[in-house]
């Protein structure tokens, strides 16, 4: 399978989307979602992809202590609905792996970044996507 662009998605309340061009890599999409726009936009996003990256979100104590982000849940399930209908590959990723590989100052070597929080947690899982099939440099 040729995997030509990648979709990563960290999903919640305030859903970061970044949708890459492998070859080149450039970012054709760097966008904020709220729940409702996400899933309006959703199956228009994975068409454009061949590979799904989404963050994945387990609900643990320590979580429940923090906020309950049903919404992320409620996105994650979206997408997998969604790519299993487009026959698009998802993968779910988690955080600590996409952070620790790609902290801001990397995401500023490859030349992708943005002022979002949620879009920079995007483009992490992105590129961790692209790292495991092999499609992106490890020097920049």
């Known amino acids: 399978m040729q995997i030509d662009r990648v979709?990563?998605?960290?999903?919640?309340?305030?859903?970061?989307?970044?949708?890459l061009d492998v070859s080149p890599?450039?970012?054709?999409?760097?966008?904020?979602?709220?729940?409702?726009?996400?899933?309006?936009?959703?199956?228009?996003?994975v068409r454009q992809a061949d590979l799904v990256s989404i963050e994945r979100y387990t609900i643990s104590t320590r979580t429940l202590k923090l906020t309950r982000q049903l919404d992320a849940l409620y996105?994650?399930?979206a997408t997998t609905m969604v790519c299993y209908e487009e026959h698009v590959l998802l993968e779910l990723e988690?955080?600590?792996n996409?952070?620790?590989?790609?902290p801001d100052d990397v995401?500023?070597?490859?030349?992708?970044?943005?002022?979002s929080k949620h879009v920079r947690d995007a483009l992490r899982h992105a590129l961790l996507a692209l790292r495991?099939?092999?499609?992106?440099?490890?020097?920049v």
């Open 7 to 19: 979709l990563g998605i960290d999903p919640g309340g305030t859903t970061g989307v970044a949708l």
């Open 25 to 45: 890599l450039r970012v054709a999409v760097a966008q904020e979602y709220s729940p409702v726009d996400m899933l309006e936009n959703l199956r228009w996003l």
């Open 75 to 77: 996105i994650i399930g």
């Open 94 to 96: 988690m955080p600590v």
């Open 98 to 102: 996409a952070k620790s590989a790609f």
């Open 107 to 115: 995401l500023k070597l490859y030349g992708v970044g943005s002022s």
């Open 132 to 139: 495991r099939h092999r499609l992106l440099s490890e020097h």
